[in-house]
């Protein structure tokens, strides 16, 4: 097994270099092995991943749910993942990145009922190819109240009518370990044991010393207390899930306090650090099984970011990240369509989520593997409630705010002082003099006068620090008005950003795949509007794709502020931006109904300043016509402004006004 957290123990006293190393695998759940092969190749191997779980890899029943995988009919290596000779085609160009391949191993039982297996082979009435009824416990089921009371029961009766194979026989024993030995010689350098709480602790140790390598393994051991059968009885065998981490993390993220995760490990009643496989969910409690409980899942969007940030920065167990696909019903199976098809790829969409490479958690994993060498948290900092900040020595910094409101803090670290990329949000350049995100500043007396918005966070490390210049923020006031008559209950939003097609010809971006690299990175100047600031809330990008993850849903992109330069008597009380959030601007020397939209924005993603917007007017004129502006640095039909100035536009119309802001 590579060098990773499992051995952080040691690493303190052994490693002075402080090099990166390969922390966390990735559950690639359901993709068929040429898929994997190419997120080998394009993205795990460069990106740092240690290995990754792939689907059972042996012959099942035939059916579209994904549980069809968990019920074996022989160990012929055809799946609908693909045959065998795809499947070391994948392990090999896997391999030659740097990436293992850990095997989903279904050992405890076959599949029940009778049929023909998606290979071919015949089964039913405890007859497989490579099995007969001898091999397998007398039939009884497992009664809900067995966990808790009954050993025996949990260890020799069936697991929802799956025929339970008798492996404490020297056959069942043989068998096993020639599926095994044949995948360590494929490749092949790990395992999870699927319901290893299933068998005994004496078979799978016989099991484990029959095998002709030593691989990792890692056993589905659902405890979260009161079974009778415990966790703790599996660690001689290898690593255990630690579900209890998965259970108690939901339940802070989803209705706790973030400041109560300072001792999160051991302190909760978990294994130990070096014996634990921890996730934030995994295919099955995703799916409300395996324990279940108030997990987090890919479907809790900017709450699955920060949970994973946690997870992933945090000092404890070695790290899974899973990689679902979308679905509706608990038992629906993979899409039919390919992730890597003819060169696109099909994430982040209605089929696959692709977790992995949101740019939270692959961050998340780089700033694991950059901090590994200090296996302890430092500085750790917290308001009482939902904002929490802490350190990995000298090697890294996190903070993450769960709150309705910004965190504005000034926070001790121990990192060296200088600028640093903020690796949720960017990457630093090969030549480490600029990052493609957010800059966070460490002063030269350590601190950081950290400014994170609502449920947002940063995470730097000392291999993600930018030259030795020190470099003036990027962030700039940018004000853009936008004169439209409007009438009581119309609001107005603007979306906004780079277009796809000119970033990608001028800065090389692909925003097609990832599609914040197009967004303005904005931290919102007012929030005083009452009827405003809910849509403000999570609003940290101008962007063309409408809601952000968690911003209200009643919100139709970024928000503007209505204002004028005068308040009649006749309107009543004197309504005014910097008291009320709305009303009479000092900015605005133009008239009424002039929409606002006062922020501060990263120029450093603009092209050459610029960027475009596009307005729309709730429950009343829509979206504005096409735009043809002149004195743009390209042709656009939008409106086209200028980064850290004050721009001026009228609604459905080319005019423009930008100059500098006083």
Known sequence: MKKTVLAAGLMLAAAPSFAAQKTTFVHLFEWQWADIATECEQYLGPQGFAAIQVSPPNEHIQGSAWWTRYQPVSYLLQSRSGDRAAFINMVQRCKAV??????????????????????????????????????????????????????????????????????????????????????????????????????????????????????LIYQEVIDQGGEAIKASEYTGVGLVTEFKYSVQLGNVFKTGRLASLSNFGEAWGFLPSSQAVVFVDNHDNQRGHGGAGNVVTYKDGRLYDLANVFMLAYPYGYTQVMSSYQFTDPDQGPPGSRVHNNGSLNCFGSDWKCEHRWSY????????????????????????????????????????????????????????????????????????????????????????????????????????????????????????????????????????????????????????????LCAMPIRHRNLKNATTAPWKANDVYLDWYGREANQSTSAEGTALDWTTNSWPASWGTTRTVAVDGYGVEALNRFGAHYWMLDVDMDCSKTINGWFELKAFVKNGQGWEANISQTGTPYASQNHMAQCGKLNVFTFGQSTALIEALP
């Open 361 to 516: 958690i692959a961050g998340a994993v780089q700033f694991r593997n950059n901090t590994v060498e200090e296996w302890r948290t430092t500085n750790w900092w917290d308001n009482g409630n939902n904002q929490i900040a802490f350190g990995r020595g000298s090697l890294g910094f996190v903070a993450i705010n769960k709150e309705s409101y910004a965190l504005n803090q000034s926070l001790a670290t121990s990192m060296a002082p200088g600028q640093y990329c903020n690796v949720l949000k960017g990457s630093l350049s090969a030549d480490k003099t600029s990052c493609s995100g957010e800059v966070i500043t460490v002063g030269s007396d350590g601190r950081i006068q950290a400014n994170v918005a609502s449920w947002d966070a940063f995470a730097i490390h000392h291999q993600a620090k930018i030259g030795t210049v020190v470099q003036p923020s990027t962030y700039q006031r940018t004000v853009v008005f936008i004169q439209a008559q409007t009438q009581s209950g119309q609001d107005m939003f603007i979306r906004g950003g780079l277009d796809h097609t000119t970033a990608a010809s001028r800065l090389g971006l692909n925003c097609t795949s990832s599609n914040y």
């Open 98 to 215: 740097g990436v293992d391949i850990y095997v989903d191993a279904v050992i405890n039982h076959m599949a029940s009922g009778g049929g023909v297996g998606v290979a071919g082979s015949n089964y039913g009435n405890r007859q497989y190819p490579i099995y007969s009824a001898p091999d397998f416990h007398a039939s009884c089921t497992i009664n809900g109240s067995d966990y808790a009371n009954d050993r025996w029961r949990v260890q020799n009766c069936e697991l929802v009518s799956l025929p339970d194979l008798n492996t404490g026989t020297p056959y069942v024993q043989n068998t096993l370990a020639g599926y095994m030995n044949d995948l360590l010689a494929i490749g092949v350098k790990g395992f999870r044991i699927d319901a290893a709480k299933h068998m005994a602790v004496a078979d799978l140790a016989a099991i484990k010393g029959k095998l002709t390598q030593a691989p």
